[in-house]
């Protein structure tokens, strides 16, 4: 009698254990399963994200108070090319995020005009990001993507040297460098680097 006592003493504890670890193990994979903002501060869930982060000179500092950073989207599946280095050539149907003084907006460009929302993003001494639901540029296939620094009447100083073409079924990160010490608006606004990121539900 006294063994089997023990015996089933021993397994209760087995049991125990393992439904700690069941517990456990759910509490992380819901504490992992978190997703970024979106454009209208949504949370995001069961949407495609991505990720962009724009770096400038290490000289530098992020400077709103005499200049933009633009990032600019052409989602249109027949495009061949990014978006213009020069605002006023953007085109309908583009979709931009704004930093300036007051903070970060996505935009818009319409056949007359933009429409802009205050975003939430993070910013450094040398470097802005911001994460944008996919749903809100449409969830397109492929985005060709531009990244310009400006003075405040929008006048470029900078924009990268190539097409920074995203594909959107790809989840590895992407980078993109560009020339240092090219921007006519001094280090302040010199672009060096662009990196991607898709997030999936």
């Known amino acids: 009698m006294y063994i089997i006592k023990n015996r089933h003493k021993i397994n209760w504890k087995k049991l125990s254990i393992f439904c700690l670890m069941i517990v456990i193990t759910a ?42 950073y633009y990032i600019v989207f052409d989602t249109n599946k027949d495009a061949f090319f990014p978006p213009d280095d020069e605002i006023d050539n953007w085109q309908e149907g583009y979709y931009y995020v704004k930093l300036e003084d007051i903070g970060f907006f996505f935009g818009e460009v319409l056949e007359i005009g933009t429409s802009e929302q205050f975003i939430s993003g993070t910013q450094s001494e040398n470097y802005f990001q911001v994460t944008i639901s996919l749903a809100d ?53 010199d672009i060096t680097q662009v990196t991607t990121t898709i997030l999936t539900p």
């Open 27 to 68: 509490f992380l994979v819901n504490g992992c399963a978190r997703w970024p903002e979106e454009p209208n501060g949504g949370g995001g869930a069961g949407e495609k994200q991505l990720i962009v982060k724009v770096e400038i000179n290490e000289e530098g500092t992020l400077n709103t108070d005499k200049g933009n």
């Open 137 to 189: 540029l449409g969830n397109p296939e492929g985005i060709h993507m531009n990244a310009i620094t400006t003075d405040k009447d929008n006048e470029t100083y900078d924009a990268l040297d190539t097409d920074f073409y995203i594909n959107t079924s790809l989840l590895f990160p992407k980078t993109e460098t560009d020339s240092l010490e090219d921007s006519t608006g001094g280090t302040d606004f």
